[in-house]
Every structure is written in C-alpha cells, then in structure tokens.
C-alpha cells in the first residue's frame, strides 16, 4: 500500500465558498456524517455554475450529471463549525469535468476531507450526453490546475 497523499491546502483552490454546518449534519459519534460531504461536494459545485457559468437548473437545456465521486476524509467536522469548500478543475473533455474539491473548518487552511467529483453534461430532453455549453466550459476553464499540476494530481490518485 502506498503513503497517504497529504491533505489539499486552501490556497490551492481557486474558487472557494463559505458553507454552514447545521445540527442534524452530526452523527451519533458527534461529527459531521460522511454523507453530508458529498452534499458539501455538489452544493459548491452548484453554487459555481450557477453564478459563474450562467446554468439554470430548473430550465437550462443541459445538465450535469454526477457520474463518479470519491472522499478521503482527514479529521471531522462537527456542528456549529464553520465550512470553507475549495473548488478547482483538472480535466475537461467534450461532454465532462473532473471537479477536485477540498472541505475546510473555516479557520483552518489545511482539507478536513478532499474529493473528486465527476459531472457528464446531458441535453435534458434526450438524456444524452452533449458538448459543455460555451459559457459553462469558460467558467470551468478558469478552474483548471496548470497542466504540470494536473500532472502531478494525477500520479497522487494511483
């Protein structure tokens, strides 16, 4: 088995949003249920399209589906804690992005959990899979790691 890759930094995020925990986000153990990070994951991801890419969810022809995801969790989260989520991008193809998203305790600069998460746009009305709408992929654009960072983000995942 291969060391652990260290957890993401803040300042390796180039869009970050502030988000609240909420009481019923803890588990019985007293910290944040691993299910709602993934509810982190989509609602910063969300959040970006929606203001930076122009995406209507309740109308836009195309919609992004996640397709894969996967969480490596560093240290817990418990109500009230304040959430800061990281958000960047290290691949996109015609009709898909590769999100990295890093989950921040507000005072802290160093991920509580990191992810990747895996969006295929689909036209609504056939469900097919369809090219990234011009102004979605420039706003993914300005989210993508310089190629020798995507490069070594990719040697880190194997």
């Given amino acids: 088995m291969s060391e652990r ?3 993401p930094a803040i300042d390796t995020f180039p869009y970050v949003r502030d988000l609240g925990t909420r009481w019923l986000d803890n588990d019985i153990y007293g910290h ?3 299910v709602v990070y993934y509810s982190y994951f989509d609602t910063v991801i969300a959040h970006y399209l929606m203001e930076e890419g122009g ?4 109308k836009s022809p195309v ?3 996640a397709v894969e995801s996967g969480c490596r969790y560093h240290r817990p989260l418990a109500f009230p804690d304040r959430v800061r989520a990281g958000l960047r991008v290290v691949h ?3 009709s898909s ?4 998203i890093g989950i921040f305790r507000a005072d802290d600069p160093v991920a509580c959990a990191d992810d990747h998460f895996v969006h295929v ?3 609504r009305a056939s469900q097919k899979s369809t090219p990234i709408p011009p102004a979605i992929r420039t706003a993914l654009e300005r ?3 310089p190629t020798a960072a995507r490069r070594h983000h990719a040697v880190d995942r194997k």
């Fill in 143 to 145: 989210l993508l790691l």
């Fill in 63 to 65: 919609v992004g589906y």
């Fill in 55 to 58: 995406l209507d969810p309740w």
């Fill in 5 to 7: 890759r260290a957890p």
């Fill in 121 to 123: 746009f689909v036209d």
């Fill in 92 to 94: 996109i193809g015609r």
């Fill in 32 to 34: 944040v249920n691993n």
């Fill in 97 to 100: 992005v590769r999100y990295e």
